[in-house]
């Protein structure tokens, strides 16, 4: 193989770089009109009146959309969801009169300039019928009711891992205890493209859409299920997305609304969502972990109870696995869960990178290491005395586990090994200087998926699956697999994906698109070899002739025996001398797991920081992040991905807070001047490390996903090292200057 583990450079770049990928709100249509959209002033209650008649004179607009005259929608009883919502009923925009958050979309201007749209979405005068709403999870803490118990394998993924032996007796019995309560607020993931869907209305009234979306055939079938269309009456494309996150899991509601004003006007419509709009779309949910931990005097585990409170709306009940993260990690007899919902007054949270593990491992690391300051125990060594080679939820080996290596080649090339374990011991200049360090994991997940590849006679591949790329590098690396697979050039290989009538693709999330594709690939890539082998037997004096399938491989444009390398037949002659210009197959793959492995990808975070003494003022002057995670399938952007993982981990130690002012119920700071994420200035030497990790039986092709690992465990090694640098533990992020000036 040459392409799979190279830094192969992104086959889209060039295209994104000079403008040539055209992203959702860059497609347009003949007549193509514009909406904006109008929102809630306010959180709760319902809309008594809504006087569009001062929008309406404005020269161009063309019509103004509420409950009052949109047209027919499913009722929301009628079963219809996307792939990923939570249990509840799922919300959508002008569907009645009922407000549930502030913000919420509740009529759509419609025009033939965006700037008229926006001018005289401001003209639209709401009256409301107001109610009291609380959306304070401090407030609603003691009504949070209890995730419900799982009656199905795939409720049980999200529900609290049952208890383990006796873990209030085991913790009054440690030697050693730690109890501490962590606080992580919303956060949104503010990516670079903002939502839009431009909805192209046919002659036919069928409907292309151009929309923002991490899944177009989630999409495709939200939207029949809405609108009560036809498969084949609705095609969503995606095939570029400027960052998802999470956020573009589910439809978002800007699409809804493009395709209620295109049926309504029957021409095509585009809703692009402002900045400020995007705040409106799911979050990550406010999280209040209380931990409890148990050691005995040498150091290892006996016992560990968390409870975690997260924030979800009033209409669906959005929950991912918080505590269980803490429950597989380190070994531990004795432990006890709970998980409950704080139900707000703000749209339904959401999927955020790494859901539930860069919240939940946040308040365990940073538990782990208060624990080891107890023990008197430096941290790296804590971990490794509570080392796990078995998943301790469900008692089995990992498939792969290469997490000792992590700390060891981590710590080394941080330096680890230098560090005085006083705080405030280490200082450089007017500065604090404080290393700490965490432990990350997550899962690797796989998919069914459907993969179509198109040979033709000139050697040249298409390969197709209706998958999205998120910006992670989906393109790329399905390249890199079809090459070596089908033993061709770079060059010779075209991929398409992000549109709803390629061949079948769960939504991209969740880590799980690389290994599911990539070995979509290679399992449609044997087909395709079968086939050229046959016609290369049919060749007069074939020198494969006599060869079997599992003889055979796919190399330099050629099928070539592994047993003697002499023996080999070009691709294009084999084509030729059959009569054929072309070869199709398209193969689904799904991944049998009896369940007697766990599959998880884990890493081990060093940070430093520099804190100023007087001022209060944090700097992360270096981080490692020691990633294992199977096959690393470009080196690349597989480093990409890990950077920007720490990037966001330091943003969610340090800057990052979505406030709302709970009199108002609204969100004050949705934008990005006041949202404060890590910008050049904040981000210094970041080093990635792929330790080696062979995994035989994950997958043929032995890869994991690494999406979302990279931002596990950053927060609490930064928080981690502040506490060294300083000896004050802020345990509720963000850690801002206040925080940490305040006796
Ligand atoms: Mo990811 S939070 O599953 O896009």
């Not at 992203?23 to 109008?38: D, F, Q, R, T, W």
């Not at 019509?63 to 939570?86: F, I, Q, T, W």
């Not at 800007?254 to 209620?260: D, E, I, K, R």
Request: hydrophobic share 40%; proline share 5%.
């Amino acid at each position: 193989m040459t392409y799979i583990g190279s830094a192969t450079s992104r086959i889209d770049g060039r295209d994104k770089v000079t403008g040539a990928a055209k992203y959702a709100a860059e497609h347009n249509a003949p007549g193509l009109a514009h909406g904006s959209v109008v929102t809630s002033s306010i959180a709760k209650g319902r809309i008594v009146r809504i006087d569009a008649s001062e929008a309406l004179r404005v020269d161009g607009v063309i019509d103004v959309l509420s409950h009052e005259n949109r047209p027919h929608m499913a009722s929301s009883d009628s079963g219809y969801k996307d792939e990923v919502a939570p249990e509840g009923s799922p919300f959508r925009p002008l569907y009645d009169d009922k407000i549930k958050f502030s913000g919420q979309p509740i009529a759509l201007v419609v025009a033939e300039e965006l700037e008229i749209a926006r001018f005289a979405a401001s003209l639209v005068r709401v009256e409301y019928e107001e109610e009291a709403h609380v959306t304070d999870i401090y407030r609603q803490r003691d009504a949070a009711i209890a995730v419900k118990k799982p009656a199905t394998p795939e409720e049980a993924i999200f529900a609290p891992p049952p208890p383990r032996g006796t873990a209030d007796a085991a913790l009054a019995a440690a030697k050693v205890r730690h109890t501490g309560e962590y606080y992580v607020p919303i956060e949104h993931h503010n990516p670079m493209e903002l939502y839009a869907s431009t909805a192209m209305f046919g002659e036919d009234g069928k409907l292309t859409i151009f929309d923002k979306t991490q899944g177009v055939q989630n999409v495709q079938r939200y939207v029949c299920g809405v609108f009560e269309m036809k498969p084949d009456d609705v095609r969503v494309m995606s095939p570029f997305m400027g960052g998802g996150f999470g956020s573009g899991l589910r439809p978002q509601f800007q699409v809804v609304l493009a395709v209620l004003a295109a049926r309504a006007l029957k021409r095509s419509v585009q809703v692009a969502l402002t900045r400020q709009q995007m705040y409106v779309i799911g979050y990550r949910p406010a999280m209040i972990q209380r931990i409890e931990l148990g050691a005995d005097g040498g150091g290892t585990l006996d016992a560990i109870t968390q409870e975690a409170i997260t924030v979800t709306s009033q209409y669906e009940n959005f929950y991912r696995q918080e505590t269980g993260w803490s429950s597989l990690l380190y070994r531990c007899a004795n432990a006890k869960y709970a998980h409950k919902l704080a139900r707000l007054d703000l749209a339904t949270s959401c999927d955020m990178r790494a859901p539930s593990a860069a919240t939940g491992l946040y308040a365990l690391e940073c538990a782990m290491d208060e624990l080891a300051v107890a023990l008197k125990l430096d941290p790296v060594e804590l971990r490794l005395r509570c080392y796990s080679d078995r998943d301790q939820i469900a008692d089995r080996p990992y498939s792969s586990k290469k997490l000792r290596e992590c700390y060891r080649q981590g710590a080394e090339a941080f330096g680890w090994a230098k560090r005085n374990p006083e705080p405030r011991a280490m200082r450089d200049g007017n500065e604090l200087v404080g290393w700490g360090m965490a432990t990350g994991i997550w899962e690797a997940l796989q998919v069914p998926i459907t993969v179509r590849i198109v040979l033709t006679a000139n050697a040249h591949a298409e390969v197709s699956c209706a998958t999205s790329d998120i910006g992670t590098g989906t393109y790329t690396i399905m390249a890199q697999v079809a090459a070596d697979m089908l033993g061709l050039p770079l060059e010779h290989i075209t991929i398409k994906l992000g549109d709803s009538t390629l061949p079948q693709s769960p939504v991209e999330g969740g880590s799980w698109i690389a290994a599911s594709v990539s070995n979509g690939i290679a399992t449609t890539s044997e087909a395709i070899r079968k086939d050229l082998l046959r016609l290369a037997r049919r060749m007069p004096s074939s020198p494969l002739a006599d060869a079997a399938p599992e003889d055979v491989t796919l190399a330099d444009g050629k099928l070539v025996s592994k047993r003697d390398a002499s023996r080999a037949v070009p691709i294009v002659d084999a084509m030729r001398h059959g009569g054929v210009d072309r070869i199709e197959q398209e193969q689904a793959t799904s991944f049998a797991d009896d369940g007697s492995r766990a599959h998880n990808t884990h890493s081990a975070i060093f940070a430093e920081v520099k804190v100023d003494e007087q001022l209060g003022v944090i700097r992360v002057t270096r981080v490692v992040n020691a990633v294992a995670g199977g096959r690393i399938l470009n080196t690349k952007t597989a480093t990409s991905q890990i950077m920007g993982g720490v990037v966001w981990g330091i943003g969610m130690a340090l800057h990052e807070e979505t406030l709302v002012d709970h009199h108002f119920g609204r969100i004050m700071n949705a934008n990005i001047a006041e949202y404060h994420v890590p910008v050049n200035a904040d981000v210094h030497d970041i080093k990635v490390i792929f330790v080696e990790e062979q995994d035989d039986t994950i997958n043929p092709l032995g890869i994991k996903g690494l999406g979302e690992i990279g931002i596990v465990g950053v927060a609490a090694a930064v928080a981690n090292a502040v506490y060294h640098a300083t000896g004050k533990r802020v345990r509720d992020l963000p850690i801002t200057l206040d925080k940490l000036m305040r006796n």
